[in-house]
Structure formats: C-alpha cells, structure tokens
C-alpha cells in the first residue's frame, strides 16, 4: 500500500515555463486535494476535487489547473510559472463523509521557480 | 480573519515533560472537525488526532490529547511525556464541511522543540 504518491520531488523551473506535478493515491478515497506550504503560513488550499469527475478552487487557485484524471490520480499544472508559485506543494487524498475520514498526504514537490 | 489561530510560534520542553500547543478557531457551522498534525523535518504530514464538534469528549490517541473547550473555541493539543522525536512542526486544522467541501483549513503551526 503506496498510499499517496507524487511527482517529482524536486523540480526547478524558470519564469514562463509550464510543469504538471502528478499525484495518485492507492486508498479508493473519493476526495483528493492540492495544497501548498509557504514558510510561516502553514498549508493552503489551491484545488480540490470532492469525487471523480469534480473540480473546485480553493483559497489561492490563480495560476494552477487541475485535472482528476480517474478515481486514483489528481494532476496540479502550472501554465506559466512565476517565482511566487516557489512552494511547497502537497497532494492529499481522504474519504467523504462525516467521522474522521482524515487526509493523508503525499511526500510533497519542492518547487522553485527562478 | 483567520479561521485557525496559532499563536505560538516556537515552544521549547524538556524530555518526559508535557507540553500544550495552543489552537483556536472561529467557525459559524454548528458541524465541524479538527485536526492536528504534525510535520517533522523530512517534511510529512502525519495525522495525530481528530475532534468532531459534537463529540461529548475530549479525543485521545496515546501520549495525544485534544483538549477541546467549544464554548472558548480552542483545541489545544497537550503532548504528555515529551520525547526527542516529538520535535517537530505541528499543524492545527479544521474541516468545515458546508465550505469547500471535505478540505482542511490549517493554522501557520506551532515549532516545538524537545531537548535531553
């Protein structure tokens, strides 16, 4: 059991260039979500989709599309990238519903964009 | 204004001593759930425990313990017998579920450091 995976780990970009970070996860969760980490302001939410077929923005969505593939995997791409895209980003994935149905997170990409 | 507040930047225990993160929140949804978790250096994010807003008592998962006061909506996060692997970044985080469906909102955490 992988639990959620992404791709890359690392990656640097320069200004205007375009990447797709990938995410999967192995759980059958129906939610999957996209987050990034800046230093001193915790996680914030850029994308979620709640099931399959299902997109929404979140709290900071300018600059980022999404695209959930099938049940299993949840893409984040930047068109063109801009250094204040430098982040931290997470991919998540959890059950719907009420109860705990925590989220489980992937390793995270560690994005720099010059 | 912020939805999860934490207020202390960094904190500092010794080992075997117990230790209160501080988390408050501000939410108009009678349903509700949070969360706490925490990021060690390599950078996880490993879930730690869970409270739901109608939960009549307070959530506890090992050396864990929400302390959950709703009418003062706070969820503090008390650690018992600190070890040096406690030392970590830890997140407070709350689940809506009327607002952006299942998503979590996260304060800007709690540094915690445990010395020998």
Known sequence: NAGVTQTPKFQVLKTGQSMTLQCAQDMNHNSMYWYRQDPGMGLRLIYYSASEGTTDKGEVPNGYNVSRLNKREFSLRLESAAPSQTSVYFCASSDAGTGVNEQYFGPGTRLTVT | ?116
Request: some cysteine.
């Open chain 2, 1 to 116: 204004a912020q939805k999860i507040t934490q207020t202390q930047p960094g904190m500092f225990v010794q080992e075997k001593e117990a230790v209160t993160l501080d988390c408050t929140y501000d939410t108009s949804d009678p349903s509700y759930g949070l969360f706490w978790y925490k990021q060690p250096s390599s950078g996880e994010m490993i879930f730690l425990i869970y409270q739901g807003s109608y939960d009549q008592q307070n959530a506890t998962e090992g050396r864990y313990s929400l302390n959950f006061q709703k009418a003062r909506k706070s969820a503090n996060l008390v650690i018992s017998a600190s070890q040096l692997g406690d030392s970590a970044m830890y997140f407070c985080a709350m689940r809506e579920p009327r607002q952006a469906g299942t998503a979590l909102i996260f304060g800007k955490g709690t540094t915690l450091s445990v010395s020998s």
